[in-house]
């Protein structure tokens, strides 16, 4: 595998799908290897240095949420100089395909996880269930996954109706039970928002003694694109991939919520419906002292309207 980096430099957006993937694949080739899958995933490798990053995407995730249009991993290339092996998927598959387990097991019997001093599993969604499934194939590898569902086995998970799509294809074969794959993990992270009540249910079948679970309360159902806009995501991999990652080292991170434009609204939105007049009046002056934020000092007018009223008593001022 080489080790240059400048060819990162090139955008690549503006390409349609197929164009994108030939120049996808020209670039891993040019720095490591690229590897089809079958119809509906490939892999690529770049990099030789000791800390090595897996990163599980979708073709659409990449297009859409990488500013240029590359895998999510590139960007851990460019700024920590880890190597990276990208599975990346057309569509969410969860990765059920026996050509990507055949992959994995043709790694492990030539011992390329053992190559690398450290390894890092990261994805979100049904490609964190992913991350979490084939970390098994590197014992002692560390795993970052963001609203991971642990199977969508309708005799284990029959209570989530999302996915109906997943419902004939096999999760209890090999690379199956996430929480099961991640025993083999020196340490996994969960990261989900309390609040979506099905998320939530999936993060709790990760009990292990080696999975620590990380809360974001009133982030919503896009973790990882808030987590991207709250600079956060890359701070939280470079810490897992030395294994420095705590939850004090997470809520310190997680303080960049106070600027979230989606964390604030949200938050808002739930002292309303917990009907919270005092707290939100609160919120809302915290928020227009240090934003504009037209929707909060909306809000906080009609707040100090119905104080003025009688409806409840306001906190006092320079609370």
Request: charged share 25%; aromatic share 10%; proline share 6%.
């Amino acid at each position: 595998m080489q080790d240059n980096t400048n060819n990162f430099d090139t955008p690549m957006t503006g390409l349609d799908a197929r164009t994108w993937r030939v120049r996808l694949a020209e670039l891993a080739e040019e720095m490591g290897s690229y590897r089809p899958l079958g119809e509906r995933h490939f892999a690529t490798l770049i990099g030789n240095r000791k800390t090595l990053l897996v990163t599980f995407e979708t073709v659409q995730g990449i297009r859409s949420l990488s500013p240029n249009a590359q895998p999510f991993g590139f960007d851990m290339v460019r700024a920590r100089g880890w190597s990276h092996l990208g599975l990346i998927s057309s569509g969410d598959t969860w990765f059920r395909d026996p050509e990507v387990y055949a992959y994995f097991d043709e790694l492990i019997d030539d011992g390329f996880f053992e190559q690398f001093d450290r390894v890092l599993f990261y994805g979100a969604g049904p490609c964190g269930y992913a991350a979490a499934a084939f970390s098994v194939a590197a014992p002692g590898s560390r795993v970052v996954v963001v609203q991971p569902q642990a199977t969508l086995d309708a005799r284990m998970t029959e209570w989530d109706p999302r996915f109906v799509e997943m419902r004939r294809t096999s999760f209890t074969d090999r690379y199956g039970y996430a929480p099961d794959m991640l025993d083999a993990a020196h340490e996994a992270f969960v990261i989900y928002d309390p609040r979506q009540e099905l998320d939530a249910m999936h993060a709790s079948l990760f009990q292990r003694p080696n999975v620590t679970r990380l809360r974001m309360p009133h982030v919503g159902a896009a973790l990882q694109t808030q987590m991207i806009e709250m600079e956060m995501l890359y701070p939280v991999l470079s810490l897992a991939g030395i294994g420095k990652l705590t939850p004090r080292g997470f809520a310190r991170l997680f303080r960049t919520r106070r600027q979230n434009a989606t964390y604030l609204r949200n938050l808002m939105g739930h002292l309303d419906a917990e009907d919270r007049p005092y707290l939100n009046m609160l919120l809302c002056r915290n928020v227009t002292s240090r934003m504009n934020a037209p929707k909060f000092r909306r809000r906080l007018d009609q707040l100090e309207k119905a104080a003025e009223e009688g409806e409840f008593r306001a906190p006092p001022n320079g609370l």
